[in-house]
C-alpha cells in the first residue's frame, strides 16, 4: 500500500501517460488512494503539478483529477476552500492546463449546489487570478449558445460585478 505522498508521485509521474510503463489502472488506483485519504492540503498539487493539458489519453484521468477536488472539498465540509484554492492557482494551472481551467469552471456552472461556493471563492480572489476566471467566463459565454451554462455563467459575472 503506497501512502497519499507517494500516490501523489506516481500521479505528478504518470501525469503525460506517455511513457512505455504507465498504466492507466495503477494512475487511476493512485488518484482513488489520493481520494479517499488525501486531505485539504493535496488539492493544491493535483491542481498546479498533476493536471495538465498534454495528457494524451485517457481524458477521463483528468476528468477524474477535477472530481476528486470537489470531492475532498466536500469530503471536509470546505467546498469553497477547494473552489478558493483551484481558482487562486489559476495563473499557475493556466499555463499548463488552461483547457481543465476552463472545464473546472464549467463543472462549478453546471453544479447549481455549488453556485455559492463559487461566489464566495471568487470574492476571496486576488486581481491576478480574478482577470484570469473572468477571461475564463466570458469565453464560456461566447463559445456556448444561450442554455444553462451560458446562463450561469452571466449569473455568476453579474454577482462578480457587483463585488467589483
Not at 503525460?16 to 485539504?40: H, K
Not at 471536509?76 to 495563473?91: A, D, K, P, R, T
Not at 499555463?95 to 455559492?116: D, Q
Request: net charge negative.
Amino acid at each position: 500500500m503506497y501512502s497519499v505522498e507517494e500516490c501523489l508521485q506516481i500521479l505528478e509521474k504518470m501525469r503525460y501517460m506517455c511513457n512505455e510503463d504507465d498504466d492507466i489502472e495503477v494512475f487511476d488506483e493512485a488518484l482513488y488512494r489520493v481520494r479517499r485519504e488525501g486531505d485539504m492540503n493535496v488539492i493544491e498539487r493535483l491542481c498546479t503539478v498533476i493536471l495538465n493539458d498534454k495528457l494524451e489519453e485517457p481524458l477521463s484521468a483528468m476528468d477524474d483529477i477535477l472530481e476528486t477536488i470537489i470531492y475532498i472539498s466536500e469530503k471536509y465540509n470546505q467546498v469553497e476552500e477547494g473552489i478558493y484554492i483551484f481558482l487562486s492557482n489559476g495563473y499557475k494551472i493556466i499555463k499548463s492546463a488552461p483547457y481543465w481551467f476552463k472545464m473546472f469552471n464549467k463543472l462549478l456552472l453546471y453544479t447549481k449546489h455549488l453556485h455559492e461556493y463559487y461566489v464566495s471563492a471568487i470574492k476571496r480572489l486576488d486581481e491576478k487570478n480574478l482577470e484570469i476566471l473572468l477571461n475564463i467566463l466570458d469565453d464560456i459565454e461566447k463559445e456556448t449558445p444561450v442554455d444553462d451554462l451560458n446562463e450561469a455563467a452571466k449569473l455568476i459575472r453579474e454577482k462578480v460585478k457587483s463585488i467589483e
